[in-house]
């Protein structure tokens, strides 16, 4: 947020949205969330977990108070379940990192996790709904370049699981296009 505040970018994309007199969120993708097991866990052939199998497990994870960790805690928060957070740490991909050796199992949204190697994890559909909204954040008093413009709709696409090569968008009389469009 502050990248935006003081005026270093045009745009960001973030997990949560606050009330902010300088600042407009905008959705820009629904995500999902995943538990994150060791291959070698006793978890890790399952085609599916609930949240209850999840909570008897330690966890690795993010803070809560964290906006990032408070999604993961929802999870369980919904459900009255206690859980126990064993190790915590600043960023998704080194929870990964501490799941991939060993050190425990962690929920994860799927962005944080989809172009990093699976080999050595498992990733696991978690059975309760899991959904949560992704935002892009700019300021208000601000014009989005055509440049920015298709960086959030290619961005958009690759979360939603389509090719960012064919995103196109009309902005004043130019036409920006991906890769894939001719």
Known sequence: IDYLLLGKGEVVAI????????????????????????????????KRVTAAEISK???????????????????FA???????????????TTVFALVKHGFGIAVLDEFTVAEIPHH???????AELTDFQTYFAYRKDATLSGFCEY?????????????????SIKTGGARLEGAGKK
């Not at 050595?120 to 978690?126: F, K, L, Q, T």
Request: aromatic share 8%; charged share 20%; glycine share 8%.
């Open 15 to 46: 997990s949560y949205k606050l009330d902010h007199p300088l600042l407009t969120f905008e959705p820009l993708a629904m995500g999902k969330l995943f538990c994150i097991v060791p291959e070698n866990h006793e978890l890790a052939q399952r």
């Open 57 to 75: 497990y330690p966890l690795i994870g993010i803070d809560p108070e964290d906006p990032c960790g408070r999604i993961m805690a929802g999870l």
């Open 78 to 92: 919904q459900r009255s379940l206690s859980y126990e957070v064993t190790i915590r740490a600043r960023f998704g």
């Open 120 to 126: 050595g994890v498992s990733r696991i559909p978690i």
């Open 151 to 167: 960086f959030v709709a290619a961005l958009r696409a690759e979360m939603q699981g389509q090719s960012p090569a064919n995103v």
